[in-house]
């Protein structure tokens, strides 16, 4: 089986910054993507970032130039480094794992959700 653990949400004012990690924890080979989406108080969860294991990232519009996606392949953890938050960048931030191969098979895994706040 395989875990994901979310730490680094919090309260934070605008023009702050945060660093989300993601640590995937089992008898993991590999890990595909690593990807962090959000989801506001009613609004459907969205894609923040993502980032392949070659290091290849993608980013949302609205984070492009502020957030920062990055990986530890030998630890199977992910980052994500938010810079210059806006309150629109409150909300629950989910870490998603695709393409996890471990010893019982490959398989696709949500963490639990960290809150983000940020005040004006």
């Known amino acids: 089986q395989v875990q994901l653990v979310e730490s680094g949400g919090g309260l934070v004012q605008a023009g702050g910054s945060l660093r989300l990690s993601c640590a995937a924890s089992g008898s993991i080979f590999s890990i595909n993507i690593m990807d962090w989406y959000r989801q506001a108080p009613g609004k459907q969860r969205e894609l923040v970032a993502a980032?392949?294991?070659?290091?290849?990232?993608n980013y949302a519009a609205s984070v492009m130039g502020r957030f920062t996606i990055s990986r530890d392949n030998a630890k199977n953890t992910v980052f994500l480094q938010m810079n210059s938050l806006k309150p629109e960048d409150t909300a629950v931030y989910y870490c998603?794992?695709?393409?996890?191969?471990?010893?019982?098979?490959?398989?696709?895994?949500w963490g639990q959700g960290t809150q983000v706040t940020v005040s004006s």
């Open positions: 980032i392949t294991g070659g290091g290849s990232a």
């Open positions: 998603h794992v695709l393409g996890v191969v471990y010893d019982g098979g490959v398989g696709n895994y």
